[in-house]
């Protein structure tokens, strides 16, 4: 039994740090993509489309790398980082 608990344990831990590296490099994403279109002077309501577009395209992409259950953790995942990213423009409350 102690070697089924310590697999589990290996999965979970394999799991969040998938998780982690997808919220890290969704923030990199995130940032340079906002601070080319600030260089460029898009309004900030066009640049919550193209962030939108580009995660769009990161679900994407996972349907492409990934199968089975991981995809759809990933696929939920990413669609949860999408609403954090449109809710301030929606004019959801704080």
């Known amino acids: 039994m102690e070697m089924v608990n ?12 998938l998780f982690g590296l997808l919220f890290g490099v969704f923030g990199v994403i995130e940032t340079a993509v906002r601070n ?7 309004p900030e309501n066009l640049q919550q489309i193209v962030i939108v577009v580009v995660g769009v395209m990161l679900i994407i992409g ?5 199968g089975g259950i991981i995809r759809l ?5 990413l669609i949860l980082l999408v609403l954090h990213v449109l809710l301030p423009t929606l004019g959801a409350p704080g």
Do not use: S
């Open 6 to 17: 310590q697999a589990l344990a290996t999965v979970e831990h394999w799991l969040l740090m």
């Open 73 to 77: 953790l990933l696929i939920a995942f």
């Open 62 to 66: 996972i349907f492409k790398v990934f």
């Open 36 to 42: 080319v279109l600030n260089g460029i002077g898009l």
